[in-house]
């Protein structure tokens, strides 16, 4: 099983701030690690799919990056409704994986 | 319009038994292969079970295998996970997800997700 490792477990930020979050996988997943948004109450909100295709809707301030191992997602000013928790996920072997998860809070 | 809804949460003694649904609208459904994913109050997301568009493959997390069965009617549009032997770690939302449109693999990230089921395994 493929492991992910979020860092940090939580950021602090202000908005307009740049947050940039990690997400280590244990073993090479290639490009394909998606990131996904999830709110209190809501069901995950795809952002990135394969390392740095943003999905449908998804503001140009997300990014993603990254291969084989390490990725990172880039919100570059960070907008009041960006703050909840972040996860990413792996589809290169089964069983599908995700990551802990980022919580990202107002500072 | 892709909609996903769920059905068939509750409240069920540890050993029993529950089927969850999923109603697909607004994609070609037997195109798509699909998932379940849940989600322990507080906690993190744990992918369960997967099938292919046509229903010919299944994939199951190490933590249900043997335990739930996942299936899907493309007929009526309807993905189904029947659960077996429910424990108390069980206790989750369970979400349906569609896999990304462009990834014709099944195993696949995941672009559009119901609101979930609540599912309570407790005596």
């Known amino acids: 099983e493929i492991v992910l490792t979020q860092s940090p477990a939580t950021l602090s930020l202000s908005p307009g701030e740049r947050a940039t979050l990690s997400c280590r996988a244990s073993?090479?997943?290639?490009?394909?690690l998606a990131w996904y948004q999830q709110k209190p109450g809501q069901a995950p909100r795809l952002l990135i799919f394969?390392?740095?295709n943003r999905a449908t809707g998804i503001p140009a301030r997300f990014r993603g990056s990254g291969s084989g191992t390490d990725f990172t997602l880039t919100i570059s000013s960070l907008e009041p409704e960006d703050f909840a928790v972040y996860y990413c996920?792996?589809?290169?072997?089964?069983?599908?994986?995700f990551g802990q998860g980022t919580r990202l809070e107002i500072k | 319009e892709v909609q996903l809804v769920e059905s068939g949460g509750g409240l069920v003694r540890p050993g029993g038994s529950l089927r969850l649904s999923c109603a697909a609208s607004?994609?070609?459904?037997?195109?798509?292969?699909m998932s379940w994913v849940r989600q322990a109050p507080g906690k993190g997301l744990e992918w369960v079970s997967a099938?292919?568009?046509?229903?010919?493959?299944?994939y199951y997390a190490d933590s249900v295998r043997g335990r739930f069965t996942i299936s899907r009617d493309n007929s009526k549009n309807a993905l189904y996970l029947q659960m077996n032997s429910l424990r108390a770690e069980d206790t989750a939302i369970y979400y349906c997800?569609?896999?990304?449109?462009?990834?014709?693999?099944?195993?696949?990230?995941?672009?559009?997700w119901g609101q979930g089921t609540l599912v309570t395994v407790s005596s």
């Open positions: 997800a569609k896999r990304v449109a462009s990834i014709v693999a099944t195993i696949s990230h995941f672009d559009y």
């Open positions: 607004g994609f070609t459904f037997s195109s798509y292969a």
């Open positions: 099938i292919s568009g046509g229903g010919g493959s299944t």
């Open positions: 073993q090479s997943v290639s490009s394909s």
């Open positions: 394969d390392a740095s």
């Open positions: 996920q792996q589809r290169t072997n089964w069983p599908i994986t």
